[in-house]
């Protein structure tokens, strides 16, 4: 099949890419950049697995092609953190708040929650979940995403950020962690 030539930014940095026409922009972001943090849960725009920013709003990736984004400005979850490490508010509000359990929807959950918050900065919990619901959580934990939400729009007004906990298993084997967690 022929293909395209595109240009696009993705979380900063320029590419040059020859797609097919039929490529979507989640195939892209993940077999094409390795960007694998967008993550795919039904291709057919119901779950938000595969939510990213395309220019600055939400967008479930899995019906966008590749072709609408050329001259894009994209973000993903990768580029939400600071090149030095530092978690976004919202990743690190979902760490505090226990906003995750398989981790599957995370990624989705905390771009759709970026743009709301983007377009409100003080969002009720009524408004949380209006903003949320077309992301799909199997594990049902709505209750702790809407928290996080909450608690990360505080840290952005300026409110206090609770004190980073380190990574579970920072530093530790497999076996080590197992071994913590033990009754
Ligand atoms: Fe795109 Fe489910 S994979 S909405
Ligand atoms: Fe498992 Fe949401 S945490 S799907």
Redesign the pocket.
């Known amino acids: 099949m022929s293909t395209v030539p595109i240009t696009l930014t993705v979380n900063g940095e320029r590419h040059e890419l020859e797609v097919e026409p039929r490529l979507l922009l989640?195939h892209l972001v993940r077999d094409r950049l390795g960007l694998t943090g967008t993550?795919?849960?039904?291709?057919?725009?119901?779950?938000?697995?595969?939510t990213i920013h395309l220019d600055g709003e939400a967008v479930?990736?899995?019906?966008v092609l590749a072709v609408q984004a050329d001259g894009a400005e994209v973000t993903t979850i990768e580029g939400m953190a600071s090149p030095d490490g530092t978690l976004h508010p919202l990743q690190q509000a979902f760490w505090d708040d226990h906003a995750l359990q398989c981790g599957y929807c995370t990624p989705g959950m905390i771009m759709s929650a970026a743009d709301l918050l983007a377009r409100n900065p003080d969002p009720s919990e009524e408004e949380v979940r209006h903003g949320l619901e077309g992301n799909l959580c199997r594990c049902t934990g709505y209750h702790n995403i809407v928290k996080a939400v909450r608690s990360a729009a505080k840290m952005q007004s300026g409110g206090t950020m609770t004190t980073p906990a380190p990574p579970q298993g920072a530093g530790q084997t497999a076996e080590a962690v197992a071994e913590g967690i033990k009754p």
Do not use: L, Y
């Open positions: 989640v993550h795919v849960g039904c291709d057919t725009s119901n779950c938000g697995a595969c479930k990736s899995c019906t």
